[in-house]
């Protein structure tokens, strides 16, 4: 799956960067990103749960994950790679979230909103 991003931008406060796809506070998160893509039931499905991790020092803080290569201003993100494909439905509902949001913490520091293509392929 491809998420390519169209316009807009979200910030974890009024005092750090705005970005596409993450939380701007370096160096604590560097190039970690907070997207997650879930299901209607807010499962994750992108990144897998297994490559989600919170930062021992800032738990509760959201989930992040990291995509060799990509930036919190990276024009797209490219999952790929996967060991067993994600199988979807015709319609499947597909939510796409910020990190805390997702995690229902820390969202009143929170602010903006992105609008992005989502691309996928069929197998």
């Given at each position: ?6 316009s ?13 796809w ?76 910020y ?17 992005v ?7």
């Amino acid at each position: 799956m491809k998420l390519v991003h169209r316009s807009g931008s979200i910030r974890y406060n009024t005092i750090n960067d705005d970005s596409y796809w993450a939380c701007v506070n370096p160096p604590l998160y560097a190039d970690k990103l907070m997207t997650v893509t879930t299901n209607a039931n807010r499962e994750a499905l992108l990144p897998p749960t297994e490559d989600l991790e919170e930062l021992p020092r800032y738990r509760g803080l959201g989930d992040w994950a990291q995509i060799e290569g990509t930036g919190h201003k990276s024009p797209e993100l490219v999952y790929h790679n996967r060991l067993s494909p994600l199988s979807l439905s015709v319609n499947q509902e597909l939510q796409i979230w910020y990190g805390q949001d997702w995690a229902d913490f820390s969202e009143d520091t929170n602010s903006g909103q992105t609008c992005v293509d989502v691309f996928v392929w069929h197998i």
